[in-house]
Antibody, heavy 119, light 106 residues
Framework: EVQLLESGGSLVQPGESLRLSCAAS????????MSWVRQGPGKGLEWVSS????????YYTNSVKGRFTISRDNSKNTLFLQMNSLRAEDTALYYC????????????WGQGTLVTVSS | DIQMTQSPSSLSASVGDRVTITCRAS??????LNWYQQKPGKAPKLLIY???SLQSGVPSRFSGSGSGTDFTLTFSSLQLEDFATYYC?????????FGQGTKLEI
């Protein structure tokens, strides 16, 4: 059974940093790209970042470029999102997804970890 | 960035209805169009990928169509468990973008 378990979300002040983790199990982690998608309170879905199977290629939405860094450790089946210089508008539930298909679809989602940026 | 526009934003329907939701891309995305279902308090779930391919385990009453800029998600006969919010997403070009969502209500 595929499982994606996010952790690391918490309440932080503007300008602070946070590192999210996503522990994967139930499939061959290194065989799939991975992504982070977020959802602000009462809002729609927003794609944040994706990383290739090997971790050598990364993509970001414009609003987080230069502040967030996606990475993965295939030996530990874990995906990360390092978030620096956090802003109030980064407040959201952050989902980890696995993207195993050829069409870059997010075929499985974790339950999310909540990040709240507030003073 | 490619803009995705869904219509309608909300829709009232009844069990057994045939319902169609549309999604339009601001430029051609070939068939790189995915549909997700999200129920309150739950993570989204992939329904359709590549415009018309049914994800494993998804009931056949769901179907997708389209290519280029115009796409549809159709429910052949609504069931009670289908009342949720639906999002389209283009995965043709980064940054990937979602539609604003369609809330399907009884």
């Amino acid at each position: 059974e595929v499982q994606l378990l996010e952790s690391g979300g918490s309440l932080v002040q503007p300008g602070e940093s946070l590192r999210l983790s996503c522990a994967a199990s139930g499939y061959v982690f290194g065989s799939c790209a991975m992504s982070w998608v977020r959802q602000g309170p009462g809002k729609g879905l927003e794609w944040v970042s994706s990383i290739s199977k090997s971790g050598d290629i990364t993509y970001y939405t414009n609003s987080v470029k230069g502040r967030f860094t996606i990475s993965r450790d295939n030996s530990k089946n874990t995906l990360f999102l390092q978030m620096n210089s956090l802003r109030a508008e980064d407040t959201a539930l952050y989902y980890c997804t696995k993207d195993c298909g050829n069409w870059h679809q997010h075929d499985f989602w974790g339950q999310g970890t909540l990040v709240t940026v507030s003073s | 960035d490619i803009q995705m526009t869904q219509s309608p934003s909300s829709l009232s329907a009844s069990v057994g209805d045939r319902v169609t939701i549309t999604c339009r891309a601001s430029q051609s995305i070939s068939r790189y169009l995915n549909w997700y279902q999200q129920k309150p308090g739950k993570a989204p779930k992939l329904l359709i990928y590549a415009a018309d391919s049914l994800q494993s385990g998804v009931p056949s009453r769901f179907s997708g169509s389209g290519s280029g800029t115009d796409f549809t998600l159709t429910f052949s006969s609504l069931q009670l468990e289908d009342f949720a919010t639906y999002y389209c997403q283009q995965s043709h070009s980064y940054p990937f973008t979602f539609g604003q969502g369609t809330k399907l209500e009884i």
